[in-house]
């Protein structure tokens, strides 16, 4: 045994017989490290209260995990916290390995139904020098606790005179609960494919900020890309393009399987959506019957909108609609199904009405709740459908009329694909330049009259046409998308661009520990990261 090893055994069995009784001793464990002043900083979004008392809880490898017993998934939320931890730190936390010692340096998240609790993902976190104590009433809540966990979780140890190396996590109690119950983004998987694994990354730096949902734009004119096994030329012919004469692709039932639960393991919810009656030009290149537009379809390959329907007025196309609905709903867990309705230029308003009012009934049975861009308010649809506002205030506010809600996406201000200046590398303009300021400084509860009682939430769409890789990808969406996460989850009166661009700026070792290739935008003070992402283990 080298003498660091006896050191470090002796330490243990020290610390060991501390935390089986000898209450003396346990002092010991807090003595030697600094405070810290981390606080606020590196929170986003940011929690509805913050009270720091400015010492440190001491994060080591003699810190433990537990849960309450018999609650639904707090487990699994449990493990992935150790599992983050070990990702940001190389610790290696044990969860639920035998008896709560005391509750001394030990992480127990605890399921509570305290009424000050308020919703499914409020949570509590009660951090001091001994023990967190994260209370939530149900697993998705925990999720959201843990996410606050990792982002106090200081990126280095402190050098103290201890002899293991600890990271100090802030101490202070923190209460929290989302202002909107939708928080999503969205990704053109149309225009241009991604693969499994790039949605998964999305799907961890959502997670990371506390967004629920992730709506995936699967059908365009350019690629259909989710596999129907009653249609099987809507993926060989209709998944076979891209913008730009590239690859396509599209994702086999089973991958779309796994994307799901992979996002139900972070609380985030897939929304598919199948683009209806326009933008269906790749649908009617497979099953040209389909096409409502007078011209034989080719497929396509460039960027306009606007020239493709389906044929409105025949049976056959709702009997392919029920197919395509019945086919995604049934391995879509979540309770929405988007239906497009955009930008349906070539077909005529009463048969886009037709049409919309026809499909809401397909989708509600099969048990989804219909989620429409905001011209599916021209039609007669129920209160209980969605309609999503991207650009029309009369569409959206007749959606209102109707006592629906409405998804918050103006493309003016919430559009990751519009380019941040007339320099971005990618990117449109049609709607606005978005710098990262923009963004953020803007009121999705009070824009365009529409009122806050009808808003569901807010979502950030990425559309795809001028980006074709991932890192093409991350850089519209990041910095942006951090912003967004605190438009829909933090109130109105606690936010402020001045306290978020610090915490923005804090985000860099994160973003670079996870290889994003975000454009650093020159509005924000980006920290420095102390090492590249590539010489730790990635989160
Ligand atoms: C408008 S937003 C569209 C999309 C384009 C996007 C580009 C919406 C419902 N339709 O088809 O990709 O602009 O910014």
Redesign the pocket.
């Known amino acids: 045994m080298t003498t660091s090893n006896f050191t470090k055994s002796f330490i243990a069995l020290v610390l060991f017989i501390a935390i089986v009784g000898c209450t003396e001793t346990k002092k010991k464990r807090v003595i030697n490290f600094p405070k810290t002043d981390l606080v606020m900083e590196n929170m986003i979004p940011k929690p509805l209260k913050v009270i720091p008392t400015n010492g440190g809880f001491p994060l080591d490898e003699f810190t433990a995990i537990y849960t309450s017993k018999n609650a639904t998934g707090f487990e699994a939320v449990a493990k992935f916290l150790a599992k983050k931890i070990k990702g940001k730190t190389g610790l290696d936390i044990p969860v639920n390995v035998g008896e709560v010692p005391n509750m001394e340096t030990v992480i127990y998240i605890n399921q509570s139904d305290s009424l000050d609790l308020k919703g499914d993902e409020a949570y509590q976190l009660y951090i001091t020098q001994d023990s967190i104590i994260l209370n939530a009433n149900t697993d998705e809540g925990a999720f959201r606790g843990i996410q606050t966990l990792r982002q106090i979780i200081p990126e280095t140890s402190t050098d103290t005179l201890a002899p293991n190396k600890i990271w100090p996590v802030p101490t202070g109690k923190i209460i929290d609960n989302p202002q909107f119950e939708y928080r999503g983004s969205m990704l053109?998987v149309a225009r241009h494919f991604f693969s499994v694994e790039d949605v998964k990354k999305y799907i961890d730096l959502l997670a990371y900020y506390k967004y629920n949902v992730l709506h995936l734009h699967l059908t365009d004119d350019q690629g259909w890309r989710i596999e129907i096994k009653s249609w099987p030329l809507l993926t060989e012919v209709g998944g076979s393009t891209e913008v730009g004469g590239e690859a396509g692709g599209f994702y086999t039932q089973e991958e779309y399987k796994d994307i799901v639960a992979y996002a139900a393991e972070r609380h985030i919810t897939i929304v598919p959506e199948v683009d209806m009656p326009g933008?269906t030009n790749a649908a009617s290149v497979s099953y040209p019957f389909l096409n409502g537009n007078g011209k034989k379809p080719e497929l396509y390959e460039g960027t306009q909108?606007g020239k493709s329907t389906f044929d409105t007025r025949k049976d056959t196309v709702y009997a392919f609609i029920d197919d395509v609905i019945r086919e995604i709903s049934a391995i879509t867990p979540g309770p929405y199904f988007h239906i497009g309705g955009?930008?349906s230029h070539v077909t005529k308003k009463k048969d886009y009405i037709y049409f919309v009012e026809k499909v809401e009934k397909i989708v509600q049975k099969h048990g989804k709740t219909m989620i429409g861009?905001d011209e599916i308010g021209q039609a007669d649809v129920a209160a209980s459908s969605i309609s999503h506002f991207?650009s029309s205030k009369k569409n959206a506010l007749s959606a209102v009329a109707k006592g629906m809600k409405i998804i918050m996406s103006p493309?003016k201000k919430a559009?990751l694909?519009m380019q941040y200046d007339s320099l971005s590398k990618h990117g449109?303009h049609?709607a606005a330049f978005i710098p990262t300021d923009t963004a953020y400084v803007w009121h999705p509860e009070e824009y365009e009259g529409i009122p806050l009682e009808n808003i569901l939430g807010i979502e950030a769409p990425l559309?795809s046409?001028t980006i074709s890789d991932i890192g093409e990808l991350e850089y519209l969406a990041f910095p942006r998308a951090i912003g967004y996460s605190e438009l829909g989850w933090t109130m109105k009166e606690n936010r402020d661009w001045e306290s978020y661009k610090v915490r923005l700026g804090n985000q860099a070792p994160f973003l670079d520990r996870m290889n994003v290739k975000y454009y650093p935008s020159p509005l924000i003070d980006w920290k420095k990261s102390k090492y590249s992402y590539k010489e730790i283990q990635k989160d």
């Open positions: 053109d933008h909108v955009d930008e861009w991207w493309a559009y694909d449109l049609w559309w046409e």
